[in-house]
């Protein structure tokens, strides 16, 4: 079993216009221990999808549809408080910016010393020993001197890896990880993206990492999920779909993005933009923007299907083999 | 998420995209808000058609009786139908001194704010905009006329009017002298206001493209900052002339604002409280009233406005 | 300090900077000051930086936030008065263009794109007029139909359609508002242009259609491009010759071939260190320790070394000076003297997408 299964998840938002459809079918899984990347263009919903999971969206968003599972049992229709309770005990969460994740009036320390003690049975003098015994771990130097400054005393760098440390610090199952670099400069980036993996190595901590560069996908995830207007277009291991991505709009958007040593006068173009909630067209959403389409594409919305080894993608071109096969 | 994720593609007629807009939904989807904009709008139509509105002309000394004088409501049991809210003293009759009085209230107030805003929102723009000395000396300035209440600077330009201004021009000009005063009062709120969203707005990076290109700095102010940064200002133009409307019924009723022969609300209130005691409690009550409805659907449509202009209280 | 080079042989530059630095006074007011007796700060956002542009080449500068690529490209479009050094414009120093004729004749030839696609248009102004803006202030058109038949032109242009004209900014997408912005930087027929991060906002698609677009043009125009970026690999893409900048200087100038090839001061192999390996070659990367520092404050000497492997006591005292060798300049007293080890970055092989 799964640690974490996702199933057919809906998520709409009500407006004045009519709901908008924001996730629309969604599936995964995430195994013990792994990393599984989230990849996709603004507005393709792989935030949304992790508010989802950590039971945040932002009002007036609501899941309408499908089941999230931890560990084989349903969490989205838990209340706010038993959700709060599997928040940072089973589940915890890295955002982009770190200020939003810390107090800015309260010492690292305390903070880390709070949540520990919140999930965790131990003494304050224990606690507060384990959050020193965090922050050497998440590369602060010196901690237990600098774990009674404030987080504006912190870098950039350095405030992550104290968020890195709050969310660890009740040693939770899954770790969801929106964007968790994006703020920062790429030499600092190398340093998380290095410690994220370290860490959940070490932890056995399975990881939900949500980005838009694929760079950090391939060097952090094991598998990886490829977003495309509120649903998943392609889902399998790392390296297989970097290196053969199977789904039009995979193959599309590894060829735009530049490489160092990639010798091209033009790069890959998918051309048009991703449709807004309001104008997703029917059949398969991608199709106006498909070299690939056919008929059948203007019309019925493709599923995940295997799209040969280690391959599941939504496109028809799959089951058009699969059928002739 | 971009600031219109959801939003329509196509151009459409201006009174289309009115309709359509989150302005529009958000007015017509609250009750409180539409009465005051009805409650204001039949003030500002009456007050601009009164001499077609009102039943009689309460200037014109032709018209006037002293024997219909001190008639109560229609209502009471020496009222007539002819007036229907009573006369005062010299037989003018309430409800049409009331339209008149607003009339002389709301032109008072407009110009008043018109005269804030324009002085607000240049001396704010040079300042946000230009910064430097310019902005320390001009809101230094705002900063030490905030620390004085606005009615106690009204009342010093009022008495400064008086002493320069000859006997006899006195009562045409107290009008204008009113509106500097209120005007001047109340520039602080419009320069600081202004000066905030001025600073933002210079910093971004369209002004930058019109700087590369060498537009003059007062075009970048008059046609790049000052229309983005007009949106609070509106806001606070809207609740202001709730404010100069007070403003000036304090300053009338304590007897510095417009001269009897032109009475505003104020004015109105002030001659009625002679009459308090007496009994003709009609004379001072419905101008009172008159007021407070007034003020009052004018700063809730500035509340709606401020919210329905602030995506984050959306 | 001036570092004179000998000028290019081949032609005169489009643009030559010389020296140039730009100081910003960051202190507090004055009266805080006097009450704290705290000093004056100075922060030098870019000290003594020299190189040239040739014509219809695209020269980059790279490096990480704080390190003044930006305000680089804000000094060469007149956007800040530098504090020393000089700009010329093929040939001309650019502070020589004192008077509103000279000075509007030099402006209508550069032009800049800017960063952020939501904040660089006004979003008050139709499209059509904020495009026509330059063509206006320029006096480039006699009459409201030859505007509005240019205007057109460039939306199409840019890849967007006439129609877009009567559109106001809001109702775009963030790529097609950096097309926008490009359309209204083309409007004055510049033949150079300073870009600012102008993908750094963009999602990795819109991106490769922007950059696609800004090689056409520059086929196109012959346009000549200063492209800043904190991104390698778009400047390995886009790039003739790359400056690497850290803290205010120049670290290394080099074609942009030889650069990855032979990088040689360490602050440039740091950073080609950090290249996301999309090869998957599985190689794991040693993460380089350290922040960059404040600039208001930064290490003496070379601002490198406290992260630097190969520092040693000059490098703490002394500010190593830019050195050519084969058309490579480096600032580092350690490959100056030779302490260097050799090191040839061999970028993955580019992966083959089936």
Same mark, same amino acid.
């Given at each position: 079993?799964?640690?974490?299964?996702?199933?057919?998840?809906?998520?709409?938002?009500?407006?004045?216009?009519?709901?908008?459809?924001?996730?629309?079918?969604?599936?995964?899984?995430?195994?013990?221990?792994?990393?599984?990347?989230?990849?996709?263009?603004?507005?393709?919903?792989?935030?949304?999808?992790?508010?989802?999971?950590?039971?945040?969206?932002?009002?007036?968003?609501?899941?309408?549809?499908?089941?999230?599972?931890?560990?084989?049992?349903?969490?989205?229709?838990?209340?706010?408080?038993?959700?709060?309770?599997?928040?940072?005990?089973?589940?915890?969460?890295?955002?982009?910016?770190?200020?939003?994740?810390?107090?800015?009036?309260?010492?690292?320390?305390?903070?880390?010393?709070?949540?520990?003690?919140?999930?965790?049975?131990?003494?304050?003098?224990?606690?507060?020993?384990?959050?020193?015994?965090?922050?050497?771990?998440?590369?602060?130097?010196?901690?237990?001197?600098?774990?009674?400054?404030?987080?504006?005393?912190?870098?950039?760098?350095?405030?992550?890896?104290?968020?890195?440390?709050?969310?660890?610090?009740?040693?939770?199952?899954?770790?969801?990880?929106?964007?968790?670099?994006?703020?920062?400069?790429?030499?600092?980036?190398?340093?998380?993206?290095?410690?994220?993996?370290?860490?959940?190595?070490?932890?056995?901590?399975?990881?939900?990492?949500?980005?838009?560069?694929?760079?950090?996908?391939?060097?952090?995830?094991?598998?990886?999920?490829?977003?495309?207007?509120?649903?998943?277009?392609?889902?399998?291991?790392?390296?297989?779909?970097?290196?053969?991505?199977?789904?039009?709009?995979?193959?599309?958007?590894?060829?735009?993005?530049?490489?160092?040593?990639?010798?091209?006068?033009?790069?890959?173009?998918?051309?048009?933009?991703?449709?807004?909630?309001?104008?997703?067209?029917?059949?398969?959403?991608?199709?106006?923007?498909?070299?690939?389409?056919?008929?059948?594409?203007?019309?019925?919305?493709?599923?995940?299907?295997?799209?040969?080894?280690?391959?599941?993608?939504?496109?028809?071109?799959?089951?058009?083999?699969?059928?002739?096969? | 998420?971009?600031?219109?994720?959801?939003?329509?593609?196509?151009?459409?007629?201006?009174?289309?995209?009115?309709?359509?807009?989150?302005?529009?939904?958000?007015?017509?989807?609250?009750?409180?808000?539409?009465?005051?904009?009805?409650?204001?709008?039949? /003030?500002?139509?009456?007050?601009?058609?009164?001499?077609?509105?009102?039943?009689?002309?309460?200037?014109?000394?032709?018209?006037?009786?002293?024997?219909?004088?001190?008639?109560?409501?229609?209502?009471?049991?020496?009222?007539?139908?002819? /007036?229907?809210?009573?006369?005062?003293?010299?037989?003018?009759?309430?409800?049409?001194?009331?339209?008149?009085?607003?009339?002389?209230?709301?032109?008072?107030?407009?110009?008043?704010?018109?005269?804030?805003?324009?002085?607000?929102?240049?001396?704010?723009?040079?300042?946000?905009?230009?910064?430097?000395?310019?902005?320390?000396?001009?809101?230094?300035?705002?900063? #030490?006329?905030?620390?004085?209440?606005?009615?106690? #600077?009204?009342?010093?330009?009022?008495?400064?009017?008086?002493?320069?201004?000859?006997?006899?021009?006195?009562?045409?000009?107290?009008?204008?002298?009113?509106?500097?005063?209120?005007?001047?009062?109340?520039?602080?709120?419009?320069?600081?206001?202004?000066?905030?969203?001025?600073?933002?707005?210079?910093?971004?990076?369209?002004?930058?493209?019109?700087?590369?290109?060498?537009?003059?700095?007062?075009?970048?102010?008059?046609?790049?900052?000052?229309?983005?940064?007009?949106?609070?200002?509106?806001?606070?133009?809207?609740?202001?002339?709730?404010?100069?409307?007070?403003?000036?019924?304090?300053?009338?009723?304590?007897?510095?604002?417009?001269?009897?022969?032109?009475?505003?609300?104020?004015?109105?209130?002030?001659?009625?409280?002679?009459?308090?005691?007496?009994?003709?409690?009609?004379?001072?009550?419905?101008?009172?009233?008159?007021?407070?409805?007034?003020?009052?659907?004018?700063?809730?449509?500035?509340?709606?406005?401020?919210?329905?202009?602030?995506?984050?209280?959306? | 300090?001036?570092?004179?080079?000998?000028?290019?042989?081949?032609?005169?530059?489009?643009?030559?900077?010389?020296?140039?630095?730009?100081?910003?006074?960051?202190?507090?007011?004055?009266?805080?000051?006097?009450?704290?007796?705290?000093?004056?700060?100075?922060?030098?956002?870019?000290?003594?930086?020299?190189?040239?542009?040739?014509?219809?080449?695209?020269?980059?500068?790279?490096?990480?936030?704080?390190?003044?690529?930006?305000?680089?490209?804000?000094?060469?479009?007149?956007?800040?008065?530098?504090?020393?050094?000089?700009?010329?414009?093929?040939?001309?120093?650019?502070?020589?263009?004192?008077?509103?004729?000279?000075?509007?004749?030099?402006?209508?030839?550069?032009?800049?794109?800017?960063?952020?696609?939501?904040?660089?248009?006004?979003?008050?102004?139709?499209?059509?007029?904020?495009?026509?803006?330059?063509?206006?202030?320029?006096?480039?058109?006699?009459?409201?139909?030859?505007?509005?038949?240019?205007?057109?032109?460039?939306?199409?242009?840019?890849?967007?359609?006439?129609?877009?004209?009567?559109?106001?900014?809001?109702?775009?997408?963030?790529?097609?508002?950096?097309?926008?912005?490009?359309?209204?930087?083309?409007?004055?027929?510049?033949?150079?242009?300073?870009?600012?991060?102008?993908?750094?906002?963009?999602?990795?698609?819109?991106?490769?259609?922007?950059?696609?677009?800004?090689?056409?043009?520059?086929?196109?125009?012959?346009?000549?491009?200063?492209?800043?970026?904190?991104?390698?690999?778009?400047?390995?893409?886009?790039?003739?010759?790359?400056?690497?900048?850290?803290?205010?200087?120049?670290?290394?100038?080099?074609?942009?071939?030889?650069?990855?090839?032979?990088?040689?001061?360490?602050?440039?192999?740091?950073?080609?260190?950090?290249?996301?390996?999309?090869?998957?070659?599985?190689?794991?990367?040693?993460?380089?320790?350290?922040?960059?520092?404040?600039?208001?404050?930064?290490?003496?000497?070379?601002?490198?070394?406290?992260?630097?492997?190969?520092?040693?006591?000059?490098?703490?005292?002394?500010?190593?000076?830019?050195?050519?060798?084969?058309?490579?300049?480096?600032?580092?007293?350690?490959?100056?003297?030779?302490?260097?080890?050799?090191?040839?970055?061999?970028?993955?092989?580019?992966?083959?997408?089936?």
């Amino acid at each position: 079993m799964a640690l974490l299964e996702v199933e057919d998840l809906r998520v709409e938002f009500p407006t004045r216009r009519g709901a908008l459809l924001a996730l629309d079918g969604v599936s995964l899984e995430i195994n013990e221990g792994e990393v599984l990347g989230v990849v996709g263009e603004s507005g393709a919903g792989k935030s949304l999808t992790g508010s989802a999971i950590i039971g945040l969206l932002e009002p007036p968003g609501r899941v309408t549809g499908g089941q999230i599972r931890l560990e084989g049992h349903r969490i989205d229709d838990l209340s706010y408080e038993e959700m709060r309770a599997i928040r940072g005990k089973k589940i915890g969460a890295i955002f982009q910016d770190p200020l939003t994740s810390l107090n800015p009036l309260y010492t690292v320390g305390r903070q880390l010393v709070e949540t520990i003690r919140v999930h965790l049975a131990l003494s304050l003098e224990e606690a507060r020993g384990l959050a020193i015994e965090l922050l050497g771990e998440v590369g602060i130097p010196a901690p237990e001197r600098r774990i009674d400054s404030y987080p504006h005393e912190f870098s950039g760098g350095m405030r992550q890896r104290v968020v890195i440390a709050l969310a660890l610090c009740a040693n939770p199952r899954l770790i969801i990880a929106d964007e968790p670099t994006t703020a920062l400069d790429v030499s600092i980036q190398a340093q998380i993206i290095a410690l994220l993996k370290k860490l959940c190595r070490e932890h056995k901590t399975a990881v939900m990492l949500i980005t838009h560069d694929m760079g950090v996908i391939a060097e952090t995830a094991d598998r990886v999920a490829v977003m495309y207007a509120g649903r998943v277009a392609e889902i399998g291991p790392v390296k297989r779909v970097v290196k053969h991505p199977k789904h039009p709009y995979t193959v599309g958007l590894m060829g735009a993005i530049p490489m160092v040593g990639h010798d091209v006068e033009r790069l890959t173009q998918i051309e048009g933009a991703m449709p807004r909630l309001n104008e997703i067209p029917a059949g398969c959403s991608f199709n106006p923007r498909c070299p690939k389409v056919f008929d059948r594409c203007r019309v019925e919305r493709p599923e995940l299907m295997p799209a040969g080894r280690d391959a599941e993608a939504a496109c028809w071109q799959f089951d058009k083999e699969a059928r002739r096969g | 998420m971009s600031d219109n994720p959801l939003g329509v593609t196509r151009s459409e007629s201006l009174l289309q995209r009115i309709l359509d807009s989150d302005i529009y939904y958000s007015f017509s989807h609250s009750p409180i808000t539409i009465l005051s904009a009805v409650v204001t709008a039949i /003030f500002f139509l009456s007050a601009a058609f009164a001499p077609w509105v009102a039943p009689h002309n309460p200037f014109d000394p032709a018209t006037l009786d002293l024997l219909d004088a001190f008639t109560p409501p229609a209502w009471e049991a020496d009222g007539t139908s002819k /007036f229907l809210l009573g006369t005062d003293d010299q037989g003018r009759d309430i409800l049409s001194t009331i339209i008149y009085g607003s009339r002389v209230s709301l032109i008072v107030g407009f110009s008043a704010v018109l005269f804030s805003v324009v002085l607000g929102v240049g001396l704010g723009l040079l300042a946000g905009y230009l910064g430097g000395w310019i902005d320390s000396i001009v809101m230094r300035l705002a900063d #030490v006329q905030l620390t004085i209440p606005a009615i106690l #600077v009204a009342l010093m330009i009022d008495g400064v009017a008086r002493i320069l201004v000859p006997v006899h021009l006195r009562d045409v000009v107290a009008i204008y002298v009113l509106i500097l005063a209120i005007g001047v009062s109340d520039w602080p709120r419009y320069a600081r206001v202004t000066r905030g969203a001025a600073l933002v707005e210079r910093n971004k990076e369209y002004v930058s493209a019109a700087r590369v290109i060498g537009v003059h700095p007062i075009k970048i102010m008059l046609r790049h900052v000052l229309p983005n940064v007009m949106g609070p200002v509106l806001v606070l133009a809207t609740i202001g002339l709730a404010l100069a409307i007070i403003t000036e019924a304090t300053l009338s009723f304590l007897g510095v604002g417009v001269p009897p022969t032109q009475p505003s609300l104020g004015t109105l209130i002030r001659i009625g409280n002679n009459f308090l005691f007496s009994g003709e409690w009609w004379i001072t009550l419905f101008p009172s009233v008159a007021l407070v409805i007034l003020v009052l659907a004018v700063n809730l449509l500035g509340d709606w406005l401020r919210d329905a202009l602030n995506p984050k209280l959306r | 300090m001036a570092r004179q080079r000998a000028p290019d042989p081949s032609a005169t530059p489009m643009l030559e900077v010389r020296d140039l630095a730009k100081y910003f006074d960051v202190s507090k007011p004055w009266l805080a000051r006097l009450i704290e007796r705290s000093p004056r700060q100075i922060l030098k956002a870019v000290d003594g930086l020299a190189f040239d542009i040739n014509k219809g080449q695209t020269f980059s500068l790279v490096g990480e936030s704080g390190c003044g690529k930006s305000t680089v490209a804000k000094l060469v479009v007149g956007l800040h008065a530098p504090s020393r050094g000089v700009i010329r414009f093929e040939g001309r120093d650019v502070a020589d263009a004192q008077s509103r004729a000279d000075s509007a004749a030099l402006r209508r030839r550069w032009q800049m794109i800017f960063q952020d696609p939501y904040a660089s248009l006004n979003p008050r102004w139709r499209v059509r007029d904020i495009i026509a803006e330059p063509i206006r202030v320029f006096g480039l058109v006699k009459s409201r139909r030859e505007q509005e038949d240019m205007v057109a032109g460039l939306l199409r242009q840019v890849g967007l359609s006439p129609a877009d004209g009567e559109k106001y900014p809001h109702e775009f997408s963030g790529g097609q508002r950096q097309r926008i912005s490009i359309a209204r930087a083309l409007s004055s027929n510049p033949e150079f242009l300073v870009c600012d991060e102008p993908t750094s906002a963009l999602d990795v698609s819109v991106q490769a259609q922007i950059l696609n677009l800004m090689k056409d043009l520059q086929r196109e125009f012959g346009l000549t491009y200063l492209f800043i970026s904190h991104n390698l690999a778009v400047v390995y893409h886009l790039s003739d010759k790359i400056g690497v900048m850290y803290l205010g200087r120049l670290c290394e100038v080099a074609g942009a071939k030889d650069l990855f090839a032979r990088p040689q001061h360490p602050y440039t192999r740091l950073l080609l260190e950090t290249i996301p390996d999309l090869e998957m070659t599985g190689r794991e990367r040693e993460p380089v320790a350290g922040e960059v520092p404040n600039p208001i404050n930064p290490p003496s000497g070379c601002a490198f070394h406290p992260r630097c492997p190969f520092a040693n006591e000059r490098c703490r005292s002394e500010v190593p000076m830019p050195t050519e060798s084969a058309g490579h300049i480096v600032a580092c007293h350690a490959a100056e003297e030779g302490r260097l080890p050799d090191a040839t970055y061999t970028p993955p092989k580019q992966p083959v997408a089936s």
